[in-house]
């Protein structure tokens, strides 16, 4: 039965994750799709360029608590269920997948965002403390990179090394977050391939204070 409960949850994660949520906000609200603006993607990123601040927010509120739900529904209907050495396992599957729906939705034909609201989501889930810790880290690359990018792989890495920490030290019992934060790592870096390309070359798109601070320096050359 554990094997079912495992599939389950990550049935349930998958179909969570899949709900696009920006590309609906950003439909509802402008008309257009969002996957043909800016970077295509579905995140709170982009669809604060595509509508706005508030809808931008909206997005990443509910991308984070498709992460969310899907561990704490895998936990609430299982809990009472599942070996009690499974359910990390059982809740974690249900937290990873939907990053893989979120990236892969199967209402938009298998495309979607870069999975940064819902892995952060499922790791909060997991441990409460999650969530200041990645997002200072996030607004200060933000604030100082000005790079999206940049800021969701530091913080879908920080993810799995948290928890690294949490095991060796004996506080988590089991290794499925760490396993689980890797796989999500790993579907974040495969999400991001375009924006490392454009890193590389010199053109990723920069926003934020960093933005500004360039412009300046660019009208006091001319």
Do not use: C
Request: charged share 10%; aromatic share 12%.
């Amino acid at each position: 039965m554990n094997i079912l409960y495992l599939l389950l949850a990550g049935l349930f994660g998958y179909v969570l994750g899949s709900i696009p949520f920006g590309w609906l906000y950003v439909k509802a609200k402008t008309g257009k799709d969002i996957r043909t603006i800016g970077s295509g993607r579905m995140g709170g990123t982009n669809s604060y360029r595509a509508a706005g601040l508030i809808i931008g927010l909206l997005t990443a509120l509910s991308d984070f608590l498709k992460g969310a739900l899907s561990v704490w529904v895998a936990q609430w209907l299982f809990g009472g269920q599942a070996d009690p050495a499974w359910l990390p396992w059982i809740a974690t599957f249900g937290g990873v997948m939907a990053v893989i729906g979120h990236n892969w939705s199967v209402f938009l034909k298998f495309k979607g965002g870069a999975g940064t609201g819902p892995n952060v989501g499922w790791s909060t889930a997991v441990w409460l403390p999650m969530f200041p810790i990645v997002f200072l880290v996030g607004a200060l690359l933000m604030l100082t990179v000005g790079m999206a990018s940049v800021a969701s792989m530091v913080v879908a890495l920080i993810i799995p090394v948290v928890f690294a920490i949490r095991y060796f030290m004996g506080i988590d019992p089991t290794p499925a977050y760490i396993i689980g934060g890797l796989v999500t790592a790993a579907a974040v870096a495969w999400a991001l391939r375009p924006n490392f390309k454009r890193i590389l070359a010199g053109n990723e798109r920069i926003v934020g204070p960093r933005a500004k601070r360039l412009e300046q320096q660019k009208q006091q050359a001319h």
